[in-house]
């Protein structure tokens, strides 16, 4: 069976629904069973979306894009000036 992959959102509502089945009363395994994952990966979902609103995880979406473009445009800048400090040390 392959994995699935959840979106933010899919995964901030689900741990909404976890904390409904424990006000309820239900233990972890239960509760666990009932939204389809694992015990690891619910405490791996709430450490990293616990207490997060949806807008809050689309926000962090825009944010963790913005950053991996902003990484790559800086390692291109970083690669034309090593490529021009080379190229100009060669002409002495």
Not at 19 to 48: A, F, H, Q
Not at 55 to 77: C, W
Request: hydrophobic share 30%; with cysteine.
């Amino acid at each position: 069976m392959g994995r699935k992959r959840y979106t933010p959102e899919q995964i901030i509502r689900l741990l909404r629904q976890a904390e409904v089945l424990s006000s309820e009363g239900r233990n972890l395994s239960e509760i666990c069973r009932e939204i389809g994952v694992t015990v690891n990966t619910y405490y791996r979902w709430r450490k990293e979306y616990g207490g997060m609103q949806v807008n809050q995880a689309k926000r962090l979406k825009e944010l963790e894009k913005e950053n991996s473009r902003l990484k790559r445009a800086v390692a291109d800048l970083t690669l034309d000036n090593q490529i021009l400090k080379e190229s100009s040390e060669g002409n002495y």
